[in-house]
Nanobody, 125 residues
Framework: QVLLVESGGGSVQQGGSLRLSCAASGYTGSRYCMAWFRQTPGKEREGVARIAMDDTTSYADSVKGRFTISKGDAKYTIVLQMNNLKPEDTAMYYC???????????????????WGQGTQVTVSS
Protein backbone atom coordinates (compact mmCIF):
# COMPACT_ATOMS: atom_id res chain seq x y z
CA GLN A 1 0.00 0.00 0.00
CA VAL A 2 1.34 3.40 -1.01
CA LEU A 3 0.86 6.20 1.49
CA LEU A 4 1.57 9.87 0.79
CA VAL A 5 1.97 12.30 3.67
CA GLU A 6 2.17 16.06 3.16
CA SER A 7 3.57 18.59 5.59
CA GLY A 8 4.49 22.27 5.71
CA GLY A 9 1.22 24.05 5.11
CA GLY A 10 0.19 27.08 7.11
CA SER A 11 -0.76 30.73 7.00
CA VAL A 12 1.38 33.50 5.56
CA GLN A 13 0.97 37.05 4.37
CA GLN A 14 1.05 38.03 0.74
CA GLY A 15 4.60 37.99 -0.58
CA GLY A 16 5.71 35.42 1.94
CA SER A 17 7.04 31.89 1.44
CA LEU A 18 6.11 28.37 2.44
CA ARG A 19 7.74 25.02 1.84
CA LEU A 20 5.65 21.89 1.40
CA SER A 21 7.01 18.36 1.65
CA CYS A 22 5.56 15.04 0.59
CA ALA A 23 6.89 11.63 1.53
CA ALA A 24 5.71 8.46 -0.15
CA SER A 25 5.99 5.15 1.67
CA GLY A 26 5.30 1.70 0.29
CA TYR A 27 6.35 2.62 -3.24
CA THR A 28 9.11 0.56 -4.82
CA GLY A 29 9.09 1.40 -8.52
CA SER A 30 12.04 3.04 -10.21
CA ARG A 31 9.85 5.13 -12.48
CA TYR A 32 7.30 7.63 -11.24
CA CYS A 33 5.73 11.01 -11.52
CA MET A 34 5.05 12.94 -8.32
CA ALA A 35 3.02 16.10 -8.27
CA TRP A 36 1.30 18.84 -6.32
CA PHE A 37 -2.32 19.77 -6.91
CA ARG A 38 -4.50 22.31 -5.17
CA GLN A 39 -8.20 22.77 -4.69
CA THR A 40 -10.52 25.39 -3.24
CA PRO A 41 -14.17 24.77 -2.31
CA GLY A 42 -16.44 24.62 -5.33
CA LYS A 43 -13.60 24.42 -7.83
CA GLU A 44 -11.92 21.57 -9.64
CA ARG A 45 -8.58 20.29 -8.50
CA GLU A 46 -5.79 21.91 -10.51
CA GLY A 47 -2.23 20.86 -11.12
CA VAL A 48 0.48 23.03 -9.64
CA ALA A 49 3.78 21.28 -10.41
CA ARG A 50 5.15 17.85 -11.29
CA ILE A 51 8.50 16.09 -11.18
CA ALA A 52 9.52 12.75 -12.66
CA MET A 53 12.27 10.38 -11.62
CA ASP A 54 14.47 11.84 -14.36
CA ASP A 55 14.01 15.36 -12.93
CA THR A 56 11.64 16.45 -15.68
CA THR A 57 9.43 19.19 -14.25
CA SER A 58 6.23 20.91 -15.31
CA TYR A 59 4.47 23.92 -13.81
CA ALA A 60 1.12 25.62 -14.06
CA ASP A 61 1.43 29.04 -15.71
CA SER A 62 0.05 30.68 -12.60
CA VAL A 63 3.02 29.58 -10.47
CA LYS A 64 5.92 29.71 -12.91
CA GLY A 65 8.75 31.81 -11.54
CA ARG A 66 7.35 31.65 -7.99
CA PHE A 67 7.16 27.94 -7.14
CA THR A 68 9.90 25.34 -7.45
CA ILE A 69 9.41 21.58 -7.23
CA SER A 70 12.34 19.36 -6.37
CA LYS A 71 13.21 15.98 -4.97
CA GLY A 72 13.88 15.69 -1.28
CA ASP A 73 16.84 14.01 0.34
CA ALA A 74 14.97 10.76 0.91
CA LYS A 75 13.79 8.61 -1.99
CA TYR A 76 10.18 9.25 -3.06
CA THR A 77 10.15 12.62 -1.30
CA ILE A 78 9.37 15.88 -3.03
CA VAL A 79 9.41 19.50 -1.94
CA LEU A 80 7.45 22.49 -3.21
CA GLN A 81 9.09 25.81 -2.43
CA MET A 82 6.50 28.56 -2.77
CA ASN A 83 7.72 32.15 -2.90
CA ASN A 84 5.96 35.47 -3.44
CA LEU A 85 2.68 33.90 -2.39
CA LYS A 86 -0.58 35.54 -3.41
CA PRO A 87 -4.06 35.31 -1.87
CA GLU A 88 -5.17 33.33 -4.92
CA ASP A 89 -2.70 30.61 -3.93
CA THR A 90 -4.90 29.86 -0.92
CA ALA A 91 -6.07 26.26 -1.23
CA MET A 92 -5.75 22.74 0.07
CA TYR A 93 -2.59 21.33 -1.47
CA TYR A 94 -2.42 17.63 -2.31
CA CYS A 95 0.53 15.44 -3.16
CA UNK A 96 0.03 12.76 -5.81
CA UNK A 97 2.11 9.97 -7.30
CA UNK A 98 1.84 7.52 -10.16
CA UNK A 99 4.12 4.92 -11.80
CA UNK A 100 3.36 6.44 -15.22
CA UNK A 101 6.22 8.92 -15.36
CA UNK A 102 4.97 10.42 -18.62
CA UNK A 103 2.26 12.16 -16.59
CA UNK A 104 5.00 14.61 -15.73
CA UNK A 105 5.48 15.65 -19.34
CA UNK A 106 2.66 18.16 -19.20
CA UNK A 107 0.02 19.43 -16.80
CA UNK A 108 -3.14 18.00 -18.28
CA UNK A 109 -3.96 14.73 -16.58
CA UNK A 110 -5.21 14.40 -13.02
CA UNK A 111 -5.41 10.59 -13.19
CA UNK A 112 -2.84 9.79 -10.51
CA UNK A 113 -3.12 6.51 -8.62
CA UNK A 114 -2.03 7.73 -5.21
CA TRP A 115 -3.05 10.81 -3.25
CA GLY A 116 -2.24 12.36 0.10
CA GLN A 117 -4.74 13.84 2.54
CA GLY A 118 -3.76 17.43 1.83
CA THR A 119 -2.29 20.36 3.68
CA GLN A 120 -3.90 23.79 3.90
CA VAL A 121 -2.14 26.89 2.60
CA THR A 122 -3.68 30.25 3.43
CA VAL A 123 -2.32 33.54 2.09
CA SER A 124 -3.72 36.76 3.50
CA SER A 125 -3.56 40.15 1.82
Amino acid sequence: QVLLVESGGGSVQQGGSLRLSCAASGYTGSRYCMAWFRQTPGKEREGVARIAMDDTTSYADSVKGRFTISKGDAKYTIVLQMNNLKPEDTAMYYCAADPMWTLCYGMGSVAFDYWGQGTQVTVSS
